[in-house]
């Protein structure tokens, strides 16, 4: 499930837009400022908010609306666990993902 969404999600993985190349290793946390991008207009925004920030583009299909979400995303290395699950937390979303597993590790609020 993509961070900060409760909807049905196929996860595509994160793109480094600074070399094209994908990360294996870490924890992507997605940024509270591109959530629910999906349109072309909104994946501009993404672009640029992600080269003013880390560099990292996550993406994953809503498989409920056919939409394709996109999200610049800070990567965490994977012995951050708690730092990640903070910013994630700062940022609204209701999980974290480790890439070199495919997991997501819910935020919990209480």
């Given at each position: 499930?993509p961070?900060?969404s409760?909807a049905?999600a196929?996860?595509?993985?994160s793109?480094?837009?600074r070399?094209?190349?994908?990360?294996?290793?870490g924890?992507?946390?997605?940024?509270?400022a591109t959530?629910?991008?999906?349109?072309?207009?909104?994946?501009?925004?993404?672009?640029?908010?992600?080269?003013?920030?880390d560099g990292y583009?996550?993406g994953?299909?809503n498989t409920?609306?056919d939409?394709?979400y996109?999200?610049?995303?800070?990567l965490f290395?994977?012995?951050?666990?708690?730092?990640?699950l903070?910013f994630g937390?700062?940022?609204?979303?209701?999980s974290?993902?480790?890439?070199s597993?495919?997991?997501?590790?819910y935020?919990?609020?209480?």
């Open positions: 499930m961070c900060g409760s049905r196929t996860r595509t993985g793109l480094d837009i070399t094209m190349t994908e990360p294996t290793e924890i992507a946390v997605s940024y509270a959530q629910n991008s999906h349109s072309r207009d909104q994946l501009d925004f993404v672009v640029e908010h992600a080269l003013q920030h583009v996550g994953w299909l409920e609306n939409l394709y996109f999200d610049s995303t800070k290395p994977e012995d951050q666990l708690e730092e990640a903070q937390k700062e940022n609204g979303q209701t974290v993902y480790i890439l597993t495919g997991t997501d590790v935020i919990n609020y209480e």
